[in-house]
């Protein structure tokens, strides 16, 4: 059974940082392109950043320089580190794990939620 299981979310105040990890089980890790997303209330879910199985990054424009993202196959977790938080940051982050080109190989977490508020 695949289980993607987010941890690090919480209250911070704008320009602060906050770490998520993402622990995975039930996959091969090491193969799987992995990414975080968000939602916030009323709005769509976007791509935050992604980390393939070469450890190659994407980041959206608005997070650049502000948010890395990071994996650690021995430990079967990738990792966001947000910097500078922004009111704006503010949704449920969800972590995914997706095997480019093979159907049905796309998984993700429920997510944890992130409130950046003073």
């Known amino acids: 059974q695949v289980q993607l299981v987010e941890s690090g979310g919480g209250l911070v105040q704008p320009g602060g940082s906050l770490r998520l990890s993402c622990a995975a089980s039930?996959?091969?890790?090491?193969?799987?392109?992995m990414g975080w997303y968000r939602q916030a209330p009323g709005k769509q879910r976007e791509l935050v950043a992604t980390i393939d199985n070469g450890g190659t990054t994407n980041y959206r424009d608005s997070v650049k320089g502000r948010f890395t993202v990071s994996r650690d196959n021995a430990k079967n977790t990738v990792y966001l580190q947000m910097n500078s938080l922004k009111p704006e940051d503010t949704a449920v982050y969800h972590c995914?794990?997706?095997?480019?080109?093979?159907?049905?190989?796309?998984?993700w977490g429920q997510g944890t939620q992130v409130t950046v508020s003073s």
């Open positions: 995914n794990a997706r095997r480019i080109g093979v159907i049905g190989y796309d998984y």
């Open positions: 039930g996959i091969t890790f090491s193969i799987y392109h």
